[in-house]
């Protein structure tokens, strides 16, 4: 299988990007965004953010992130990302690749941790991951996600802290 190539995110990528992003949003399982994004709004979005950080094998793109703080003023030395990765491509080490890939540049960027504030109690996958690389599950919010079935999921609070030489272990 060729390697995956991680790559800031560029205007021109905006299609492909989109539509990874938009596969999850109505997967309707694991984004608290509900609309799908026009190729010109997804774009705007992506390049407002802190980094946004796309994953390719050969010419085409198989994931991205983003990253951006998490709060505002006096709580914005804690970041925030989320994570998309294309259909059928899922399960083959791409989530890994960004999830370590934010780690990495949330530290270089001066943030003190990493958090997620609405992992989706039924997202098993990223949440083994999430605890394999390190990062503690903090709190459950009792029905914190509405699903697109119109049923209530609970949801999970999770940080990966900088100040515990946590990225010592990763």
């Not at 990007?17 to 774009?43: K, M, T």
């Not at 802190?50 to 198989?62: H, K, P, Q, S």
């Not at 802290?161 to 990225?167: A, E, I, L």
């Amino acid at each position: 299988m060729e390697s995956i190539v991680l790559k800031q995110y560029k205007e021109k990528d905006g299609a492909a990007a989109s539509e990874i992003w938009n596969q999850v949003v109505e997967e309707g399982l694991y984004f608290p965004g509900d609309r799908v994004l026009p190729v010109e709004e997804a774009n705007a979005y992506f390049l407002e953010q802190t980094d946004t950080i796309t994953a390719w094998r050969g010419d085409e793109m198989v994931g991205l992130y983003i990253l951006h703080p998490n709060n505002i003023g006096r709580c914005g030395h804690i970041a925030n990302a989320s994570y998309a990765v294309r259909q059928g491509e899922r399960g083959q080490g791409i989530g890994r690749r960004l999830v370590e890939d934010s780690l990495l540049r949330a530290k270089a960027r001066g943030f003190l941790g990493l958090q997620f504030n609405a992992v989706v109690a039924t997202n098993t996958g990223a949440m083994a991951l999430y605890e394999s690389i390190g990062f503690q599950r903090l709190a459950r919010v009792p029905k914190g996600y509405h699903a697109k079935d119109g049923g209530y999921l609970d949801t999970y609070i999770y940080l990966y802290s900088f100040c515990d030489d946590q990225m010592d272990n990763f």
